[in-house]
């Protein structure tokens, strides 16, 4: 029987997390002879190895799991050794925070089986907030915390809406015609770099159809340290850094837009001090302004 299914379960200090993510897929209905989970360790100097090594000699189906070591720091490197080493048909990313749902595979692979112009299928993600919600986050940005429900049926994404990195899927075969994940983009280490699922997805879309499914959803630990204003504002200010290099931003002109529009930020940002909501409104473009600028500086090599 071939392989059908790959899980890709990328990881960096988060032992017990991925553990636990692995377990959620051993776990699920899918057939366990057509499914293969990797896990790939970007360079942890945590217990993730004995961690892992446990799963395969302990759970029933740890036969099924295989570990990999991928020295180059940043989730793009660690995504791109995991596709370099799948097998199935199709290739699954779930986050090392992220709990699958039991059908949540066969879910996934009923859309991909729908139509062979299909390259990419996204599912739900519902998020566990560790410390509750906070009630200052503007609804707009909600999606920084990897939150997503497009819709309540199996539809195709149109542009310029994607899935989400905890819960996205890949036709294996696309990669023999397109490139992977851009290394310049995705996390490295602390620094939240992101984009690098939009720029990919972006290129699949030329050739290729993106769907998304609420029935192959996954539930993501929103841990809370990450529920502070400081660290969604950081997020921000990353998000400027990293739309600047994923549209190749240059000096010039692009310092002059962004410069020209965080002026304005600040401006709007002074009649709003006392509107808790608009205020952060304010900030947070003030913020992903000032990341743009340093995206464009570390792209043309000034910064």
Same mark, same amino acid.
């Given at each position: 029987?071939?392989?059908?299914?790959?899980?890709?379960?990328?990881?960096?200090?988060?032992?017990?997390?991925?553990?636990?993510?692995?377990?959620?897929?051993?776990?699920?209905?899918?057939?366990?002879?057509?499914?293969?989970?990797?896990?790939?360790?970007?360079?942890?100097?945590?217990?993730?190895?004995?961690?892992?090594?446990?799963?395969?000699?302990? #759970?029933?189906?740890?036969?099924?799991?295989?570990?990999?070591?991928?020295?180059?720091?940043? $989730?793009?490197?660690?995504?791109?050794?995991?596709?370099?080493?799948?097998?199935?048909?199709?290739?699954?990313?779930?986050?090392?925070?992220?709990?699958?749902?039991?059908?949540?595979?066969?879910?996934?692979?009923?859309?991909?089986? !729908? /139509?062979?112009?299909?390259?990419?299928?996204?599912?739900?993600?519902?998020?566990?907030?560790? %410390?509750?919600?906070?009630?200052?986050?503007?609804?707009? #940005?909600?999606?920084?915390?990897?939150?997503?429900?497009?819709? /309540?049926?199996?539809?195709?994404?149109?542009?310029?809406?994607?899935?989400?990195?905890?819960?996205?899927?890949?036709?294996?075969?696309?990669?023999?015609?397109?490139?992977?994940?851009?290394? /310049?983009?995705? !996390?490295?280490?602390?620094?939240?770099?992101?984009?690098?699922?939009?720029?990919?997805?972006?290129?699949?879309?030329?050739?290729?159809?993106?769907?998304?499914?609420?029935?192959?959803?996954?539930?993501?630990?929103?841990?809370?340290?990450?529920?502070?204003?400081?660290?969604?504002?950081? !997020?921000?200010?990353?998000?400027?850094?990293?739309?600047? @290099?994923?549209?190749?931003?240059? %000096?010039?002109?692009?310092?002059?837009? #962004?410069?020209?529009?965080?002026?304005?930020?600040?401006?709007?940002?002074?009649?709003? $001090?006392?509107?808790?909501?608009?205020?952060? !409104?304010?900030? @947070?473009?003030?913020?992903?302004?000032?990341?743009? $600028?340093?995206?464009?500086?570390?792209?043309?090599?000034?910064?």
């Amino acid at each position: 029987m071939s392989m059908k299914v790959s899980v890709a379960v990328c990881t960096h200090n988060r032992s017990r997390d991925t553990a636990e993510a692995v377990r959620s897929v051993l776990e699920g209905s899918f057939d366990k002879e057509e499914l293969e989970i990797i896990v790939v360790d970007n360079r942890s100097t945590d217990d993730t190895a004995h961690v892992v090594e446990s799963l395969q000699q302990q #759970h029933p189906h740890g036969d099924k799991v295989h570990y990999f070591l991928e020295q180059k720091l940043g $989730l793009s490197a660690a995504r791109n050794r995991a596709i370099r080493e799948a097998t199935g048909d199709f290739i699954l990313f779930l986050d090392d925070d992220a709990l699958a749902s039991p059908n949540w595979a066969q879910e996934i692979v009923d859309v991909f089986e !729908r /139509d062979g112009a299909i390259g990419c299928v996204g599912g739900r993600i519902d998020p566990i907030w560790e %410390a509750g919600e906070p009630d200052w986050i503007p609804e707009e #940005h909600r999606s920084v915390f990897t939150i997503l429900d497009y819709a /309540d049926h199996v539809v195709e994404m149109e542009t310029p809406n994607i899935p989400y990195g905890a819960n996205v899927a890949f036709r294996r075969s696309v990669f023999l015609h397109i490139s992977p994940f851009r290394e /310049d983009l995705g !996390r490295v280490g602390t620094k939240l770099l992101s984009s690098e699922e939009s720029e990919l997805i972006g290129r699949m879309r030329e050739a290729y159809k993106v769907f998304y499914t609420p029935h192959g959803y996954v539930q993501h630990k929103i841990a809370k340290e990450r529920t502070t204003k400081k660290w969604f504002l950081k !997020r921000i200010f990353w998000q400027g850094v990293s739309d600047a @290099v994923r549209r190749n931003d240059r %000096a010039g002109v692009a310092m002059i837009k #962004h410069s020209v529009r965080m002026l304005q930020a600040v401006a709007a940002s002074l009649p709003a $001090l006392f509107q808790s909501r608009r205020f952060i !409104r304010q900030i @947070v473009k003030i913020c992903y302004r000032n990341g743009s $600028l340093m995206g464009v500086l570390r792209y043309s090599g000034k910064g």
